[in-house]
């Protein structure tokens, strides 16, 4: 993991995580952190995900694009009508992806730490 950190994005992000699988959600944690990122904020429901994408400071989103059967769509609205950027994530593959945000990036799990140190670098450059 060493070398995924030398990957990382020069200067620190603050990365917010939609993901309601806790497992994931602590692999996703730990990989931010070992980057040298720090988690802004952690949601597992599209509730908790909208309240924080509305008032939340944060560089990037990291969007589960399902959670609990609810698809994040208004999650993502939120975030593109704030001008912040965000990489979905998803099991199910681009398919799932909504219709108006198929130009956003993806990011398919499972996905190493180098997959994501080089889409955290590229949707915030």
Not at 19 to 33: C, K, R, S
Not at 72 to 77: I, K, Y
Not at 96 to 114: A, N, S, T
Request: hydrophobic share 45%; glycine share 6%; proline share 6%.
């Amino acid at each position: 993991m060493a070398e995924a950190a030398k990957m990382a994005h020069n200067a620190p992000l603050r990365v917010l995580v939609v993901e309601d699988e806790v497992m994931i959600m602590t692999l996703v944690e730990d990989m931010v952190t070992e980057l040298g990122h720090s988690v802004a904020g952690l949601a597992a429901s599209v509730e908790e995900a909208a309240g924080l994408a509305e008032g939340a400071e944060f560089d990037v989103a990291l969007l589960d694009v399902n959670l609990q059967g609810q698809t994040v769509e208004s999650v993502a609205a939120t975030l593109a009508r704030r001008g912040k950027p965000f990489v979905f994530t998803t099991g199910y593959g681009e398919r799932v992806i909504p219709p108006e945000f198929q130009d956003r990036p993806m990011l398919p799990k499972p996905y190493q730490i180098e997959q994501l140190a080089e889409i955290l670098s590229r949707v915030t450059r």
